[in-house]
Every structure is written in structure tokens, then in C-alpha cells.
């Protein structure tokens, strides 16, 4: 049975980076920790083992549980998800012996989740760490720095193992203000290689596994109609600190095409976010975010297009009856363009701007100090916030709608394309507020005239870059070029054809908000 009650409930807020293993190590004897924990720190083996169902039972509900060895003690732990990204409720008990975990924690709603799949708990991960922590003192506030390098394994279904190193850095607060942490956070990341990380040691762990997604998907956020729409800007904020965080590997260290389109998809929610909310604000903090996000995504935009032509331009070209022999060395040139871009995209997002954009992304999340002097319609609920957010932005589109009415040329159009994308992100936001069966027509009608729009759009970039990768080749390049480019306007006048009539029967629709 338990022996004793460590922490129940207790909220966590804790920062963490990760980097690699031969740098995290200098860390502690590096001049920087020895300027700011000039008490030095101890150093002690942390082994853990992490519980869940084969199907993730208690991921989804957004808990984890572990067993960990400390030295003597045994300890078992539950953790939270939190309101944002910093922020976890911890349970801790202290185990007699290991044969009696599970045993409940003191919180019915945990005990009962736990309990509703006892019986199908495994052993999924398990992590075993050298730890070095030190607390400092740091603007009025303690805060506890750790140093964790080790390994982390996870099992599959079938019993097959994966490991890899395991390097973290982490900020926990002991006590005084939370905004002490990001401050230090901001310090250390000027003295230190690191990247912000939201990931878990359990999620760390699993990623190891050959089928792992390390992409993923974006999380819905779970909307209450009786929050407030300043909880929903803080809720979104965290969420699209977390995801940031999360895509960095699948870009950086994976060069996932998937990874540069959903991290530019994220930056492009957070600009979303800022138009929806900034004339309810009078704090800047918001809108240089969002400035700041804008420069990282066209950082990122040429590595996407070049992904898009060689991914599913090129291919369709290639495949058809008249390809020209010389689009194999336009593709040869086409795929080193997209290597420097891929280089300069990396770059970006391995950069100590893009780590401190990120902290300042969780802060703003974490610490609302954008609620200081905002409009009272903050405070109102969400579910009579959204319909007046919506409308102005279906407004807007109508309104560039009428601008570009009778253009002939497919360029002309391209601001109601990008009306309508500002039209999908609050759409997708606030859509959870209202039941799928009224919101699908209207958004399946939407993302109809969306990939219409697209399909114009990629035509027209294709045939831009197909000019960029001829230059300088050669006549039977620019061919080839030229060839691409007739494909691709083939197929936008195609797309083009839809729009009108997609258009039309979108304007008549009523907006699911208003039923």
C-alpha cells in the first residue's frame, strides 16, 4: 500500500529544452551555471517506467502515469495536462513496493480514469536519466534548474524495442511569480544551444518507434461555450506555442515536407488569432507575435514551394504522353533549389530567435499580460463572441469578392483567395462551438472553393519556379520549362472553371453561426 502522500494536485510550471547530449553535458560545470548557481548542484540516476493502455486510453485524456525509482524510493506519479502549455497538475505517492502500484491518488476523477483501464495498463516506455539539478535565485523567485542525460526506450505492440539518447534541460518553478521563469528562460537560451520543447519524456520515449507519426496532427481544442473569449485567446495561444514546438523535429532533424507546411499552417493560425482579437487589445504583445510569426513563415514559404513542385508538379508532368526528355535536368536543378531552401529553412528554425519566439509564444499563453487595459468583450462567453468574429470575417471576403468580380485574368483573383483563407482559420477555430451537422455543408463548400483557388495558385507557382530551375540551362531547358508551364495553366483553367459557380452557391448558404 502507499506509504505516504508526496504531492496531491500540486501544479507544476515547467519549461523545458532539449539539445544535444555532448553540449547538455558541458552545462553544469559551464561558466554561465556557474554564475548564476555558484552553489553548484548534485547529481543523481532517475529510472522510469511509463503506464498506459496499447491504444493510449489514458494519452488521450490527457494523462500519463509513472513509476520511478529516486535513489531508495519508489514513486508513483500522475501528471495533468494543464491550461497551458507550462502548466501540469502533479500527483505523487510514495510506494512501499512495487507490487502495489497502481494505487489511487486522492482526486476521484484521476483515480476513476485510471481505474477504468487498470486492468489493460503496460509498461510502454521507460526512460533512465543522470540528473543534475541546482535551485536559484532569479528575480524574487526559486526556480530549480535540471540538467537530464541519459536514454529513453519504448516498446511497440509486439514487443519490439527502440531507444535513443535522451538530453534535456528544465525550469521548473519552486516558488515567486512564473513570469521570473520565462525571464531566466530567455537568459539561458543566450547562453546555451538549446530548443524549446512542450514533448514529454513518455512522448519522447514512444517517438522512438519506427511508425511513429512525428508530425502529427493539430489538437482540437476542447472549446466550453461558457469560457470567455480571452480564455480561448490564451487557450489558442498555448496550442500553437506546443505545436511550434512539437514540428521542430519532424523539420529539422527529419526534413519531413509535412513538417514545413503544418509549421507554416501554425504560424499562419497565430496571425488568424491576432486579427480576430486585436481590436479588443491594447497591449502590442499580441501583434508582434504575429509580426514575428509572418517573417518565419516566408522564411519557410520557398522550401514549401519546392516541395509542392517536385512532390506533385513535376511528377504529373513527367507522367504524361509529351514530357519532354529535359525535364529530368530541369529536375535535377529544381531539386538543388529546393536543398538551399531547405538549408535556409532549417536555419530558421534552429535559430536562437526562433527558440526565443517561442518562449515569448508559451509567456503570452501562460501569463495574459495582453488582458492588461483589453475591452471588456474579453470577458464575454465565447459562444456570443464567435458569431460577431465570424461575420466580420465572412464580411471582408464578400467584400473582396466584389472587388475582383469580372476579373478575367486568374492573377486578379488572388486576394479572394487569401480573404478566404483568413475566412478558414476563425471558421476552424470556433467551429467545435456548434454541432458537425450544421457546420459541415457550409465548410465542405469552403474548403471546396479552397482547393479550387489552390489549384490556380500552385499552377501559378509552378511555372514560376519551372523559369527559376531553367535559367541558365540551356534552350532544351527552357523547353522544358515552357512545356510545365502550359501543363500547369491547363490545369488551372480547369480548376478556374469551378470557382464561379462554387462561389455562388457558397454566398447563398447560410453561415452555421446563425442558425
Not at 272 to 289: F, G, V
Amino acid at each position: 500500500m502507499a506509504k505516504d502522500l508526496l504531492d496531491q494536485g500540486r501544479i507544476e510550471f515547467e519549461l523545458k529544452f532539449t539539445g544535444s547530449p555532448a553540449q547538455l553535458a558541458a552545462l553544469p560545470a559551464s561558466d554561465f551555471i556557474a554564475a548564476v548557481a555558484p552553489q553548484g548542484g548534485d547529481w543523481e540516476r532517475l529510472s522510469s517506467t511509463y503506464y498506459d493502455t496499447m491504444d493510449g486510453a489514458l494519452a488521450a485524456r490527457g494523462l500519463s502515469l509513472r513509476l520511478r525509482e529516486e535513489g531508495a524510493d519508489l514513486v508513483q506519479a500522475v501528471k495533468a495536462k494543464g491550461a497551458d502549455a507550462a502548466s501540469r497538475t502533479e500527483f505523487e505517492t510514495l510506494l512501499t513496493r512495487a507490487s502495489d502500484f497502481p494505487v489511487t491518488m486522492g482526486d476521484e476523477d484521476v483515480d476513476r480514469r485510471i481505474a477504468d483501464c487498470c486492468d489493460r495498463l503496460r509498461p510502454l516506455a521507460k526512460t533512465v536519466v543522470d540528473r543534475w539539478a541546482s535551485v536559484i535565485r532569479f528575480k524574487g523567485a526559486e526556480i530549480e534548474i535540471a540538467v537530464d542525460l541519459g536514454s529513453a526506450e519504448a516498446v511497440d505492440g509486439e514487443g519490439r524495442s527502440c531507444s535513443g539518447p535522451l538530453a534535456e534541460v528544465e525550469l521548473e518553478l519552486v516558488s515567486g511569480d512564473p513570469a521570473a521563469v520565462f525571464d531566466f528562460a530567455r537568459l539561458l537560451v543566450a547562453n546555451a544551444p538549446l530548443r524549446f520543447s512542450t514533448t514529454s519524456k513518455l512522448e519522447a520515449a514512444l517517438a522512438r518507434l519506427p511508425d511513429a507519426d512525428r508530425v502529427g496532427k493539430t489538437a482540437r481544442l476542447d472549446l466550453d461555450p461558457e469560457m470567455t473569449a480571452g480564455e480561448v485567446l490564451a487557450m489558442s495561444l498555448s496550442a500553437c506555442a506546443a505545436r511550434a514546438a512539437a514540428l521542430q523535429g519532424a523539420l529539422v532533424d527529419l526534413r519531413r515536407p509535412e513538417g514545413v507546411h503544418q509549421m507554416r499552417v501554425v504560424l499562419r493560425r497565430l496571425r488568424a488569432m491576432e486579427r480576430i482579437y486585436r481590436r479588443y487589445l491594447r497591449s502590442n504583445e499580441i501583434e508582434d507575435l504575429a509580426a514575428r510569426a509572418k517573417t518565419f513563415a516566408s522564411a519557410l514559404g520557398p522550401a514549401r514551394d519546392w516541395d509542392v513542385f517536385l512532390g506533385e508538379s513535376l511528377p504529373a508532368a513527367v507522367e504524361s504522353d509529351y514530357a519532354p526528355e529535359r525535364l529530368r535536368s530541369l529536375k535535377a536543378r529544381a531539386e538543388a533549389a529546393r536543398a538551399e531552401s531547405w538549408a535556409r529553412a532549417t536555419a530558421v528554425i534552429s535559430s536562437p530567435d526562433f527558440t526565443r519566439f517561442l518562449i515569448d509564444l508559451t509567456a503570452a499563453g501562460s501569463l495574459q499580460r495582453w488582458r492588461t487595459g483589453a475591452k471588456t468583450r474579453l470577458e464575454q462567453p465565447v459562444i456570443e463572441f464567435a458569431p460577431r468574429a465570424l461575420d466580420r470575417a465572412l464580411k471582408k471576403t464578400f467584400r473582396t469578392a466584389d472587388e475582383v468580380k469580372g476579373a478575367v485574368d486568374l492573377a486578379a483573383r488572388h486576394p479572394l483567395r487569401i480573404a478566404l483563407k483568413k475566412l478558414r482559420y476563425p471558421v476552424q477555430l470556433f467551429r467545435d462551438l456548434y454541432p458537425k451537422d450544421r457546420r459541415k455543408p457550409y465548410m465542405s463548400a469552403l474548403s471546396e472553393l479552397q482547393d479550387a483557388f489552390g489549384a490556380v495558385n500552385d499552377a501559378a507557382v509552378a511555372q514560376h519556379l519551372a523559369d527559376e530551375a531553367a535559367a541558365g540551362g540551356g534552350e532544351g531547358a527552357m523547353r522544358a520549362a515552357g512545356f510545365i508551364s502550359g501543363y500547369k495553366a491547363a490545369e488551372a483553367r480547369e480548376a478556374a472553371k469551378k470557382i464561379d459557380g462554387a462561389f455562388a452557391a457558397f454566398e447563398k448558404m447560410t453561415p452555421f453561426w446563425r442558425d
